[in-house]
């Protein structure tokens, strides 16, 4: 049972670049959220998903994009990076969006943009 | 303005003792609080949770405090061990928010043997 898996763990863009994160869960969670974390700092949430085919912003989805066409997959898209968006991404999923349902995190990718 | 807050960026206990962590939060509509813990290099992971309808909940060496009407919580962690040493993150939700936790700015701690 892999979990929240993540790739790349490490990218390094140009300013301007697009890429995507890819995230995919084996845990047939209903759930599944997009989180940054900053240096010193907590986690914020850029987007989320109630279930397949339903996205929603966070604290924080300006230059950010994503879509949910399987339960199992997430990928969060940088249209056109920028030096703030340097940081680490956590991807996380839960059985529900029940409060009673914690989430299961990825181990992160490490993004740098120049 | 941050609605979930650890005011301590870090906390240096002694094997054996007690490790105290706190959380004050400010929206009172959270209503659901979890502490995760984070090894370097990989993703938080769920430790312990407490529903506003409690006041206590404990598992293990690990046990949360809630105090609702001065909005803080902590957790406790008895004997601290090495192994605990980490960075820990309080995380808060609301009954209308079911689907988004925010999250305080953690706080490391280390635990010398």
């Known amino acids: 049972n892999a979990g929240v898996t993540q790739t790349p ?5 140009k300013t301007g670049q697009s890429m995507t994160l890819q995230c995919a ?20 949430l850029i987007h989320y998903s109630v279930g397949a085919g339903i996205t929603d912003q ?23 990076a920028a030096p703030s968006q340097t940081s680490v991404y956590f991807c996380a999923s839960s059985y529900s969006t029940g409060r009673g349902s914690p989430l299961h995190f990825g181990n992160g990718t490490r993004l740098t943009v120049t | 303005d941050q609605q979930v ?17 706190n959380c004050d939060y400010t929206n009172s509509m959270f209503d659901y609080f979890l502490w ?37 919580l902590s957790l406790h962690i008895v004997p601290s ?21 925010t999250f305080g700015d953690g706080t490391t701690l280390t635990v010398k043997p």
Request: hydrophobic residues 30%; positive net charge.
């Open chain 1, 9 to 13: 763990k490490f990218q390094v863009l």
């Open chain 1, 25 to 44: 869960q084996d845990m047939n969670h209903e759930y599944m959220s997009w989180y940054r974390q900053d240096p010193g700092m907590g986690l914020r």
């Open chain 1, 58 to 80: 966070g604290e924080v989805p300006n230059g950010y994009n994503v879509s949910r066409s399987t339960t199992e997959d997430f990928p969060l898209r940088l249209l056109s």
């Open chain 2, 5 to 21: 807050k650890q005011n301590s960026p870090s906390l240096s206990v002694q094997e054996g003792r007690i490790s105290i962590l």
């Open chain 2, 36 to 72: 995760y813990k984070k090894y370097p290099a990989e993703g938080p992971t769920f430790l312990i949770s407490i529903s506003s309808i409690k006041d206590k909940n404990e598992d293990g060496r690990f046990t949360v405090f809630l105090n609702k009407s001065a909005k803080h």
């Open chain 2, 81 to 101: 061990q090495p192994g605990d040493s980490a960075v820990y993150f309080c995380a808060a939700s609301a009954r209308t928010n079911a689907g988004k936790s």
